[in-house]
């Protein structure tokens, strides 16, 4: 008999192996990603002291009309816009990016794609 695999946990271990190098800081915050089967989220994080500086999600309300009758790479594009601008106005230009175990590529890569047009470096 075979075991199936939990995708999600393979993609744990990984995230977890990531983060024993990837930190951010005050300076360069890490740019963390979540994506479900739904919905897209991103958010600034400053590890040094255990802070998330800015974040945007696929939900959250004041998005929701804008992102509305788009399809899901669409959706995330938008996120990381207003990520980038978000970070932006809080005067941050480099992160770290932190895919979290996805593989880079769809919604991820549009979601990265999104915060390099509104500014960000990484």
Known sequence: MFKKINKNEVRMAKHTRIRYTLSGTADMPRLNVYRSLKEISAQLINDREGKTLCSASSQEKALV???????????????????GERAIKLGIKKVVFDRSGYIYTGRVQKLADGARSAGLEF
């Open 65 to 83: 009309k804008a992102l509305e009758g788009k399809t899901k790479v669409e959706q995330a594009y938008e996120i990381g816009k207003v990520i």
